[in-house]
């Protein structure tokens, strides 16, 4: 595919990625490229930017400045488009945006010759129900996590997978992860890790009140619907930790795997056992 508009977006308020989209803008100018920035971005090169939405619009691919939080904040935007992402990481663990800021040229390089690998992330189809009546959806990247609020009690939560009784977790909430998620909240938890093409889904609860509801691993073909019941106290829905909705008592949470993947590239050499080792000192004694 031809990249003829890059855009771009950063994390707002952080000072090292000013200094990258001044670097990223003559970088691109230089190679008569296109780009396209997002508010915040352009304000760094004395532009005016068009809004995240119209950026990801234009854009055959969009380079992330920041950390794994801004990553999942364009993913959103981006929506149903088939759009490749360039993540540049200038957080502190970076499980999204792999390539760090002395790297950028060389993988902006690759990325416009087509030799970066395109690596499809599955995402989540999220609905909202309540009363038969969907309220909400979302695309998640990582997972969909219901919660109970900080002065409430436990939370009873009937999970079912394609109509079938999973369990009734009775927890302080439940996390519906992806394989991309295995290594965000749900591994905090206690949930395994998944690589990136592994077709599964995972449940995993939080703080169980029951030794015996362990994580569970599904196949991402199934349909997952959890029911809440409350005991007294708020209980929320949280998309990729950034998005959500408060839920009430027999409100149904909705997840299957979206037709709509995320596209991260990745350079070709790219391991993941590698990024386990160095990110979580996976295997260290």
């Not at 352009?42 to 005016?48: F, N």
């Not at 992330?121 to 999220?126: A, G, H, T």
């Not at 905090?188 to 690589?195: E, M, Q, Y």
């Amino acid at each position: 595919m031809a990249i003829r508009t890059v855009g771009v977006a950063i994390k707002p308020g952080e000072t090292r990625a000013l200094a990258a989209v001044r670097d990223l803008a003559k970088w691109l100018a230089e190679r008569r490229v296109r780009a396209c920035f997002e508010p915040e971005a352009a304000a760094a090169i004395g532009e005016v930017g068009v809004a995240r939405a119209a950026m990801v619009r234009e854009a055959d691919l969009v380079v992330v400045l920041g950390g794994d939080g801004t990553l999942l904040s364009v993913v959103r935007a981006i929506e149903e488009r088939a759009v490749p992402i360039l993540g540049i990481n200038l957080g502190t663990l970076g499980f999204l945006v792999e390539v760090s800021v002395d790297e950028m040229h060389a993988a902006l390089a690759s990325a416009l010759a087509g030799e970066m690998t395109i690596e499809p992330r599955m995402r989540l189809e999220v609905r909202h129900v309540r009363a038969g009546r969907a309220l909400r959806s979302w695309l998640a990247l990582n997972d969909a996590v219901i919660t109970k609020g900080a002065s409430a009690r436990i939370v009873d939560l009937e999970a079912r997978a394609d109509g079938q009784l999973v369990t009734t977790y009775h927890a302080d909430g439940l996390i519906v992860s992806t394989p991309t998620g295995s290594t965000a909240y749900s591994l905090s938890a206690g949930g395994p890790i998944l690589l990136p093409g592994v077709p599964s889904l995972v449940l995993t609860p939080i703080c169980p009140h029951a030794l015996t509801q362990r994580p569970l691993v599904l196949p991402d073909s199934v349909g997952i619907e959890v029911i809440v019941h409350p005991r007294g106290g708020e209980v929320q829905l949280a998309i990729d930790g950034q998005e959500g909705a408060p839920l009430q008592e027999g409100d149904l949470v909705a997840v299957r795997r979206s037709e709509h993947p995320a596209l991260l590239l990745v350079p070709p050499d790219h391991s993941r056992f590698e990024v386990l080792r160095t990110k979580l000192r996976w295997g260290e004694r």
